[in-house]
Every structure is written in C-alpha cells, then in structure tokens.
C-alpha cells in the first residue's frame, strides 16, 4: 500500500429532510476532521456531499498508517511515591503495574504542578483501515439530526431507513456495515431515471458518476441548476416576467432534488387581487413554488415548479402543479375574503379566546402587557408618539385571528398590516404591527419605525421575563420560544437606533406585570435574565473582535446597557492594540485593587490635606478630566475618551512613587484613597480594569 489512500464513502437513505443537510453537514466535516487529526492521521482533502436520498464524503491523500510514537503518561505525584525509607508505596507500584513495566523503570518528571512518577511507552501506529473501521460508525451515528425513526423490528435508528453503503478505501471495500446495510463499492443513480447500481471506487470518479445518472450530489452545483432551470423557462415564456427572489426557498428547493428540472405553469387572473404576500406564501409554504411578477413589480398569474424528475410530457406536470396551487389559492382568496367583513380592530376581544401560554395567559393579556411596557418605554425615548404606539399595541395581534394567518402563520403581523391599511388605519400605526415581530432571524432587518422598534423590544421582552418568571429558561438543547433570538434582536435594536439607557427597569416594569403567573421572585428572575442578556452581548462582542476579557471588563459594570457596553468594549479593545497599554492596565489595575482593599470614599470635601506635590498634580488633572468625561460621554466619543484617560498614567505612576496610601496620618489617608477613588470613577466611565487578564 501507498503512504496515502483516497476514500470515498456515501450512506443510501430514504429522503432526508432539506433543513438536516446544513448543520450534518458541518457536522461531518468538523467532527471527522478532528478525529482524525486526534488519530494522527493527516489527510489532503476533505469533501462532503448531500442530496436527499445520500451523504457522501471524500478524503483524499488519507495517511495510508499511523506513525508510531513516543507516549509519555504521568502517574502520582512523587511525594506520595516513595515512603521515608524510599521504598515505593502502593501508588507506586500500582501504576507501574497498570502500565506494564516495573517501578525501575518509571521516570521523574518536573510539571506546573511538582514532579510526579510517568512512563514513557511506544504506541506502535495502527493501519488506517483499522481505525476508519472504528470511527466511522461512530460519527455517522452521532450525526445531529433533529428526529430519527426506527425501522424493521426496531433494532436501528437513524433519521431515515438505511438502503446501502458504499465505502471504498484504495480501491478496496472497507469493511464496515452501519443500520443493517453492508459496505460495497455500490450506489444508485436517480429514483425513477436510473433506478439501477453504479460502481464507485473513488471520490475522484463520485461526482461525474453520479451525474452520468441523473444525480447531482454537489449541492452549489444542483442550487445553480435550480436558479438555470428558473430562468430558462422564464425566458422561453416570456421576456416580461420577472422572478420574486427568495434565496432561502432556493436553496430548500435544491436539497430536495437529484435533477432539478423546471416548468412554467399560470392559474386565474382573478387571484391577483390577492396581497402579494398571501399569494407567494400559499405558493411557497406548501408547493415550494416560485411566485412571479411582470416588468412593473405587479404579480403575474405565473409560478414556476421544479420537479425531480423529467416527465415524458411536462404538459401534464405542468396541469397537476396547476390544479394544486388552484386549490392553495382559492383557500386563501376565500380567508382573505372573509377577513375583510371584519374590521381588524373589531377582533381584539377575540384574542380572549386565544391561550397564549397556559402559564402566562391569554393572547390579549399578553396585548395589555405589551402596551404598558411599550408605553412605559415610548415616555422615554418618544413622547410624542404616545398614541401612535398604544393604537399599534392594541392592533398588534389582531391577525392571528384571521383567516389568512391560521392558514399561513409565516404571515402574522404581514397581514396586520394589510387590513390595518385598508381599515384606514395610519400608515405608521399599520408598519409598527408588522415591524414589532423583526428581527425575524439572526441578521434580518430591524424595525425602520421607531414606534415598531419600541413595539419590538416590548413584545420580545414580555416574552423572555414571562418565560424565565414560569421556569421556561432555555436549555443548551432547546429553545422553543426563540428566548435567544429575542435577546439579541433587542440587544441589535438598541444598538441600531442608539438608545443609552438600561435594561433594568424595563425588566422590571415586565415582570412586575407578570405578577399573577410568576412561579418564583422577581428578584430571582431579574437575575437570570441580566445575565441572559449579558451571555448575548458578550458573544456579540466577541463576534465583533472584542477580547474575552475586555468585554467581561466592560460587562461587570454595563451588561443591562447594550448600546453603552458595545461602544466601551469597541473603545477598549481600539486601546489595548496600542502601544504602553500594558503599563496602562498595571496602573489601572493598582488603582482598583487598592480601592477594594480599603473601600470607596466618596463625598469627601477635605482636599487641603493633600500636600505632596505629586498629589496635588493628580487631584488637578483628575478634575480637569471629570469635566471632559461629561463631554465626551454626551457626544458617546469612547476613543476619545479612552485618549484622555490613558493620559492618567503618567501621574498616577508618580502619585505611586512619591507618596504612601497607607499613610500613619488617618486623615492623610483618607485623602489619598479618596482621590484614587476619583481617579477609579473615571476609569468606571469605561470598564473594571481589574478583570483585563490580556496584558
């Protein structure tokens, strides 16, 4: 055998659903790459591949055998080796005895911990075959899939049944099974174009193969089939029509075909008059069909289908996908119809039929919190948008007692806005119903409006206080009410529109509202969410180059002001790139630490007891800087600010040299602390400099 091998690898399943393919996908890769690593098996290349009815994957330039090494292995500690006499004790002799050699051979060797007894052993290296036949198995077990099912007598579980495995390493069959299916070197082209086996012997050959067959098992490669396929029958149609993008729905589209191939179909002129947003959805969520629209953004009576399959005639595909949507259409002309007899202000009391959360009451309970909070929050930052935001509060909810939104959930607060408009409603009242659901997911678009953001932050708030005041806290494992996804979409709409100010009290304006259901003290809920909150933003910061240690120096004192923290930990890190910031931070450092030793003094007035010159220095600049931290605080300038205290350093460093803080003299004393305490403010402005371990 060569030094290196290639080995191609695919599991034959029944379909997989097209959310898995993603996060398996990463998976595989990650997890195969470090074992192997771990396993001292070095490789050139890795590949994986998804398509519904398979996962592949290729490495290629795979170490054909493991080097054999030196392994030293550390026993007890030598104290307890050897008694007075330096006879060896059962410690000793124990670990001699468990590793196979005597106690005369072990060494002394020196750690971070003291010298302990260790052996040093030859670990022979293993052929690859051997050590792929283990692992393998293993990580395609462990693969994480959101639900797996059971099949013949029960005896395996996986996401789907198991139909073939093809695992080929040199050449060679690699011998492993996995769910009941053998390895060989055979896989199976498309359902119904190719039904039949295909020999595959490496993954140079697997793609080309597998194409020769009708199955795209590149997953770019099948998404740009899917996107030529929509513009091919969209220009062999017509010039006039145009695609209404949607990247996510594309992307779906190609993790449920082998061989994407699209046809044109078109339905009643008379279900335009539906709201373009009804229309896609009824196409999209349930067909996966791509809505159209002409030169002028106007929906088109036009969808495209892609099938998996060529048909002998697409004119019968094509009728088939068309009498299906009819169907979706008609239902939805029918909901929106019928909504329409309704006023969507009429139905607020219809939402005192609908349970929101059995330990948090009903969907307009929930109403009457958001308005107080968004209220309470509007005061603040708006005023005179006070009517604006609790006419939105009260409509807020509405449509989910429509029609269209129990049919298509996806269109909440969409078709709010809808019937809020064509009630005549105000504009701004209409887009704050739709904009208090967003941010939808991780890195969409935030509320525009400043009565939808105030809404937003409301809505979600009530939320995370009510789920953590019940006991519903997230897990590492679950999140079903999107706890997380709510905090950062705060979090990123305070950032966005600016807002200084805290989290605190409108925590505690939410969970003061939420009395009546809450299973624990407030005070114990507060806590949690804070320091909810503060793991979001400390990722977030992290995410944005900030050092772990810098944003926790930041979020010791700021972690219920989003907007602040960011700002102080951006500044902090833009200090800690330059040079001298490693003295600075000493300074700092010494600063504080004397501070907590002999406590904080405060509203001291005595000043006339500083004498010492390098004291009186410190006490001006420090008084000159308290009057520009105003400034700069106001005109959230933290780089500058950072400037200016950096330049503290020189005269606290002579302060040090040149005077005692534990002076004889009580009174001196207590001066000198009370003006490190200023000094210490003024560093407050931006972090706890105490907690930067990264110097």
């Known amino acids: 055998m060569s030094n290196t091998v290639d080995l191609i690898l695919e599991l034959g399943v029944e379909e997989i659903p097209a959310s898995y393919f993603g996060p398996a996908i990463t998976y595989l890769e990650e997890r195969l790459t470090k074992t192997l690593t771990d396993a001292r098996l070095p490789f050139e290349t890795l590949k994986v591949w998804g398509a519904p009815r398979r996962l592949g994957l290729g490495l290629w330039g795979l170490t054909a055998h493991q080097p054999d090494v030196e392994e030293e292995i550390t026993g007890p500690p030598l104290s307890a080796a050897y008694d007075a006499n330096g006879t060896p004790t059962r410690a000793a002799t124990g670990f001699a005895g468990g590793q196979g050699v005597s106690v005369s051979d072990l060494l002394t060797v020196t750690t971070p911990k003291g010298q302990y007894l260790a052996v040093r052993k030859s670990v022979k290296g293993r052929a690859v075959e051997e050590v792929l036949c283990e692992i393998l198995p293993d990580i395609l077990q462990s693969l994480p899939f959101p639900k797996s099912m059971r099949w013949g007598n029960g005896e395996y579980q996986f996401v789907r049944p198991v139909h073939w495995l093809l695992a080929v ?122 809505a159209l629209t002409d030169s002028r953004g106007r929906l088109a009576p036009y969808f495209i289908a892609v099938n998996n399959t060529r048909a002998r005639d697409m004119k019968v595909v094509q009728r088939g996908h068309e009498r299906v949507l009819r169907a979706r259409l008609e239902d939805a002309r029918f909901y929106f119809m019928e909504d329409r007899r309704v006023k969507l202000a009429e139905r607020e009391d219809e939402l ?17 919190r958001i308005k107080a909070l968004a209220l309470y929050l509007g005061e603040i930052l708006a005023p005179e948008l006070k009517d604006t935001i609790g006419r939105a509060a009260d409509l807020a909810k509405c449509d989910l007692v429509t029609g269209v939104v129990k049919e298509f959930p996806t269109l909440q607060g969409i078709m709010g806005r809808e019937y809020a408009l064509a009630d005549g ?128 120096a930041v979020l010791s004192i700021y972690a219920d002001q989003p907007l602040a923290a960011m700002q102080r930990a951006l500044a902090l890190e833009e200090l800690k790139a330059k040079d001298g910031f490693k003295d600075l931070a000493q300074v700092f450092k010494r600063v504080v630490n004397i501070i907590k030793k002999f406590g904080a003094k405060d509203d001291f007035t005595h000043w006339e007891r500083l004498s010492q010159p390098a004291e009186k220095v410190l006490l001006e600049r420090v008084e000159e800087l308290e009057n520009k931290t105003r400034t700069y605080l106001s005109a959230a300038d933290f780089s500058g600010l950072m400037t200016q205290i950096a330049s503290l350093r020189e005269p606290v460093d002579k302060f040090f040299e040149d005077t005692l803080v534990d002076d004889p003299d009580p009174e001196i004393k207590a001066a000198r602390i009370a003006l490190l305490t200023r000094v210490g403010r003024i560093f407050e402005q931006i972090a706890d400099f105490s907690r930067i371990s990264t110097i």
């Not at 098992?217 to 740009?224: A, G, S």
């Not at 005192?352 to 009457?368: A, E, I, P, R």
């Not at 887009?431 to 935030?446: F, N």
């Open 169 to 290: 390493l040199g050449g060679e069959v690699l011998p492993i099974s996995f769910c009941g299916a053998k390895a060989g070197k055979v896989s199976y082209g498309h359902r119904f174009l190719h039904p039949g086996a295909v020999v595959i012997t490496s993954p140079d050959e697997y793609e080309n193969r597998l194409s020769e067959v009708h199955v795209h098992v590149d997953f770019d490669k099948r998404r740009e089939l899917v996107r030529q396929e929509i513009e091919r029958v969209t220009q062999e149609n017509s010039a006039d029509l145009q695609l209404v993008s949607d990247e996510e729905l594309v992307e779906e589209v190609a993790n449920l075909l082998e061989e994407p191939v699209a046809v044109l179909g078109n339905f009643d002129s008379h279900y335009l008059e539906l709201p373009l947003a009804v229309a896609t959805t009824a196409m999209k969520e349930h067909q996966r069909y791509f």
């Open 352 to 368: 005192k039929g609908v349970v929101f959360h059995h330990l948090m009451g009903t969907s307009w309970q929930k109403v009457q």
């Open 425 to 552: 409603e105000a504009p701004e009242v209409a887009e704050a119903i739709m904009e208090h659901y967003m941010p939808l997911r991780a890195g969409s678009d935030l509320p525009a409006s400043k009565t939808g953001a105030i809404l937003s932050v409301a809505d979600k708030l009530d939320t995370i206080a009510g789920c953590f005041a019940v006991g519903l806290i997230p897990t590492g494992a679950a999140d079903p009410f999107a706890l997380r996804r709510g905090a950062l979409g705060i979090i990123n709409i305070f950032i966005d529109r600016g807002w200084q100010m805290s989290l605190t009290p409108l925590i505690d304006r939410a969970l003061q509202s939420l009395e009546e259901w809450a299973k624990r003290p407030a005070k114990e809920s507060k806590t949690a969410i804070l320091e909810f909150f503060k793991v979001r933003l400390k990722n977030m910061m992290t995410g944005r180059g900030v050092s772990g240690d810098g944003a926790e």
